[in-house]
Nanobody
Framework: QVQLVESGGGLVQAGGSLRLSCAASGRTFSGYAMGWFRQAPGKEREFVATISWSGGNTYYTDSVKGRFTISRDNAKNTVYLQMNSLKPEDTAVYYC?????????????????WGQGTQVTVSS
């Protein structure tokens, strides 16, 4: 049974920073790509960032490029999302997910296991 537990969300003013963490357990973490997605009220879940199994490849949605950084520590079975210069439109529940393969992917249907989510609220 794979378990993903996100943490690090909270309330922050526009322009501030947060660092999300996602701890994985239950299977080999290092062999699979990981991703971050978010869902705002009344909207569909959308892709934010992904990282390959080795950490060598990363991709971001256009709206967060230059502000967010995804990284992973395979020794700690943890993936991170550093979020800087936050904007009110970044407000959402953020989910981490583990892919079924090793390559970074932006397609939500390539992800098999999901965490419970962590709320990020950015005030203006």
């Amino acid at each position: 049974q794979v378990q993903l537990v996100e943490s690090g969300g909270g309330l922050v003013q526009a322009g501030g920073s947060l660092r999300l963490s996602c701890a994985a357990s239950g299977r080999t973490f290092s062999g699979y790509a990981m991703g971050w997605f978010r869902q705002a009220p009344g909207k569909e879940r959308e892709f934010v960032a992904t990282i390959s199994w080795s950490g060598g490849n990363t991709y971001y949605t256009d709206s967060v490029k230059g502000r967010f950084t995804i990284s992973r520590d395979n020794a700690k079975n943890t993936v991170y999302l550093q979020m800087n210069s936050l904007k009110p439109e970044d407000t959402a529940v953020y989910y981490c997910a583990t892919s079924q393969g090793f390559a970074a992917t932006m397609n939500r249907y390539d992800y098999r296991h999901w965490g419970q989510g962590t709320q990020v609220t950015v005030s203006s």
